[in-house]
């Protein structure tokens, strides 16, 4: 199993580009995340898709748009970039679906990263 | 809402020495709480995790933690570090009795080992 991947692995843009960050888990699990990680800031969640066919905004949506395309992939897209968008991008997944009272407890299983570079 | 403090940005050891990460929680229903681990460059990995089960958890690489109500705690320990324990530390929080609150991470206690 690869676990959770991420494509790509660095991505330069230029302010206003658009791109979308790719994330796919081979675990079959229901549930997947989106973070963002700047430095002192520890990890914030984007958006998190609770189960196939959900989405819901986490801490920090604004600039961002996502798609649960099946069960396996899970986008983050960006319309138009900016500077305050660099970030390392984290995608995780975890077992337990939407409403499911053993959800809390479940490891979220993490991906290597995009680093992001918006100029 | 649930949140979680992670007093020093930065911890140095000497090698062998005791590690201590502290790690501070506030939830309004009984919490399970996590501790996760980043390499350099590389994703979060989880080192161990309070379910409400027993208090004092062990995770992998030796490392320890123990849950203390009375004190909104759950400090990281380990007797003795290694060269390769040197890594961020993430504390994290999520609300026992939902199964739709996400889960809320510290702002992360770099830790830097010493020969």
């Known amino acids: 199993n690869a676990g959770v991947t991420q494509t790509p692995k660095f991505q330069v843009l230029k302010t206003g580009q658009s791109m979308t960050l790719q994330c796919a888990q081979d675990m079959n699990h229901n549930s997947m995340y989106w973070y963002r990680q700047d430095p002192g800031m520890g990890l914030r969640l984007i958006y998190y898709?609770?189960?196939?066919?959900?989405?819901d905004k986490g801490e920090v949506p604004n600039g961002y748009n996502v798609s649960r395309l099946n069960k396996r992939e899970f986008s983050l897209r960006l319309e138009s970039a900016a500077p305050s968008q660099t970030s390392v991008y984290f995608c995780a997944s975890s077992r337990q679906g939407l409403g499911t009272s053993g959800r809390a407890r479940e490891t979220q299983y993490f991906g290597p990263g995009t680093r992001l570079l918006v100029l | 809402a649930q949140s979680v403090t992670q007093l020093g940005s930065h911890v140095s050891v000497s090698e062998g020495a005791l590690v201590l990460l502290r790690c501070n929680y506030s939830?309004?229903?009984?919490?399970?709480l996590f501790w996760y681990v980043q390499y350099p460059n590389q994703g979060l990995q989880l080192l161990l995790k309070y379910t409400s089960a027993a208090t004092l958890v062990k995770g992998i690489n030796g490392f320890e933690a123990e849950f203390k109500k009375s004190e909104t705690s759950f400090h990281l320990t380990k007797p003795s570090a290694h060269m390769s324990d040197a890594a961020e530390y993430f504390c994290a929080v999520s609300e026992g009795n939902s199964g739709n609150t996400p889960l809320v991470f510290g702002k992360g206690t770099r830790l830097s080992v010493i020969a």
């Open positions: 939830s309004s229903v009984p919490p399970y």
């Open positions: 898709s609770a189960s196939e066919g959900t989405t």
